[in-house]
């Protein structure tokens, strides 16, 4: 083995690599495309099947730690803390604060949105945590009645809220039984 | 955290190698691979004779668009040797040395070639619908979800709790795109206002286009040796004092978003191993991990290099400048020498082992430096990577 050349390194100078601009990607020898065919079903397990059941009925359900308290939502079949099988089932009132609060312009695939929409995430009211501590019981979820101007001035967050439900015959047990959360009113 | 930290054999970062960063680039995942591989081994003075075992890393594969895409660009540098390949999100740049570290540290290895990878441009028109797959099927996806929320969400929140403003985290934007004006393989350098960044595209308040790093094909590499070999190879050898490593939970809206717990346990881990009790007076050059500008705040936060919340105050003073008190990206960072995933993290690491070296030429900061850190961090708010090199 040699050693070290002299520094800088030669090669690190001038990186290899060559740079294609869009055309010529689109127009490259032996360019293939191929989108992927494959469809999936997503079983959503023990503790989320019986969540989306609550969903349907119009209650938000969670599991408690025998061990630390911890009600968690979205439930979870185990604590991810103690290990322990979190079999105890207890419903919550859903109401909660607003933690964070974004306003999109975009979807997923990154297209414009014609209506802005505004999605945050939810602290939940739940029991078996430090308030103002770092974990909670909470949802990601779309939030309506808050303005573009309450999510730039920092308002939204902190603000008090609670589910608004879809009505019964359109709920299928589905995240989206939940319409979005909205503020308490007074 | 109960980790054996007391361990006994040294190993030494002794080459690094880089390929161009770009949105597009010719040459596949494998070749890209080959070159990076090529340059770091070079720059060692050894050849692939040389080399005992092999590590890669490569983010998810559906960017690639092949399955076992770790050993498709093994064969680059792995054919007949002992070969794996280390997987967490955007945290596997900086794993990737992790893990050769301790192919090395174990006595199983003298040498290891640490290859890391990532071609976005084949996912087309463009990469975020790939993003769609990182999503939660049962409570996430059916809200229409963009990957940007996630982080648009904790930046809102950092904002919140830390009083900064969407002005103050474009500066690290400015900054980072203006380092990489001295990087050769950067594809986004450039010299630009507070108010160019508050001017693009407004995709989800309060993100706006230039306060994201670019989609980029790319490699990194670098080579990891024991104390002996090390000394042999190189009269200056970058020693990996500290690596640290953990994963949080994947219910990132259960957890305060302003503070990453994931980074900050990884950086306690490797702080302890290297010895280091006040990282903020102790590491002199850092390279946080940066795909949005916020983050990089975030991550010196997490990283114990300024105190909760103190991040932005230090940045508005010209703390993390090249010239400041505790640079960080002198690269250039994500931002401005680019992203391809896995590869990103590597820049970082090899932009570490370079200032150490003092061979980052125009990159090179004011200060003198022995200690150095890089980091990066993967998944849902959950995976941080961090390695502390010494010289």
Known sequence: MSSRSGRPQPGWVNPPGHYLKRDEMYSLVGLVEYPPRAKYLFSAGQAQSRFLMGLKEGKILGTRCPRCGRVYVPPRMYCEYCHTHTLEWVELPGTGVIHTAVISYIGTFRERRKEPVIVGVIQLDAPGYTPGGYEFAGLFHRLCGVTPEDVMSGRAIGMRVKPRWRPPEERRGDINDIECFEPIEG | ?391
């Open chain 2, 1 to 391: 955290m109960r980790t054996n930290i007391f361990v006994k054999d040294r190993v030494a970062v002794v080459g690094a190698g880089l390929t161009l960063f770009r949105r597009r680039l010719q040459e596949t995942p494998r070749e890209l691979a080959w070159e990076a591989a090529k340059q770091a081994l070079e720059s060692a003075g050894l050849t692939f004779d040389d080399i005992d075992c092999i590590v890669t890393g490569t983010a998810p594969d559906a960017f690639d668009g092949l399955h076992f895409n770790g050993e498709y660009i093994a064969d680059a540098g792995g054919f007949g040797k002992p070969t794996v390949r280390v997987y967490v999100g955007g945290g596997t740049g900086v794993f990737v040395p992790v893990a050769a570290w301790w192919h090395a540290a174990s006595g199983l290895c003298d040498t290891v070639l640490a290859v890391a990878e990532e071609k976005m441009s084949p996912a087309h028109p463009h990469p975020q619908g790939v993003f769609a797959y990182i999503w939660d099927p049962i409570l996430e996806r059916p809200l229409g979800p963009n990957l940007i929320w996630i982080f648009a969400m904790e930046m809102r929140r950092y904002m919140y709790k830390c009083g900064a403003t969407k002005e103050t985290i474009a500066k690290v934007s400015v900054k980072n795109k203006r380092n990489a004006l001295d990087h050769p393989a950067a594809q986004a350098a450039a010299n630009i206002t507070v108010e160019d960044v508050l001017n693009s595209e407004l995709l989800v308040w309060p993100v706006n286009r230039l306060d994201i790093s670019p989609v980029s094909d790319g490699a990194a590499a670098v080579i990891l040796a024991r104390e002996n070999e090390a000394r042999r190879i190189t009269d200056s050898p970058v020693w990996v004092e500290g690596i640290g490593f953990t994963l949080d939970n994947t219910h990132w809206y259960n957890r305060e978003l302003a503070f990453p717990r994931y980074v900050n346990y990884a950086a306690r881990m490797a702080y302890k191993m290297a010895g280091i009790e006040r990282p903020w007076k102790e590491i002199d050059v850092a390279e946080p991990y940066d795909p949005f500008d916020y983050k990089e705040l975030h991550h010196i936060e997490g990283l114990m290099l300024a105190r909760p919340c103190e991040a932005p105050k230090l940045l508005e003073e010209g703390w993390f400048d090249r010239s400041g008190e505790l640079p960080t990206s002198p690269s250039g960072g994500l931002l401005g020498v680019g992203n391809p995933i896995a590869a990103a993290g590597l820049m970082k690491v090899a932009e570490i082992f370079w200032q150490l070296r003092y061979e980052a030429g125009p990159r090179q900061v004011k200060k003198p430096v022995h200690y150095g850190v890089a980091q990066a961090w993967g998944d849902l708010m959950q995976a941080g990577t961090v390695i502390v090199l010494g010289n």
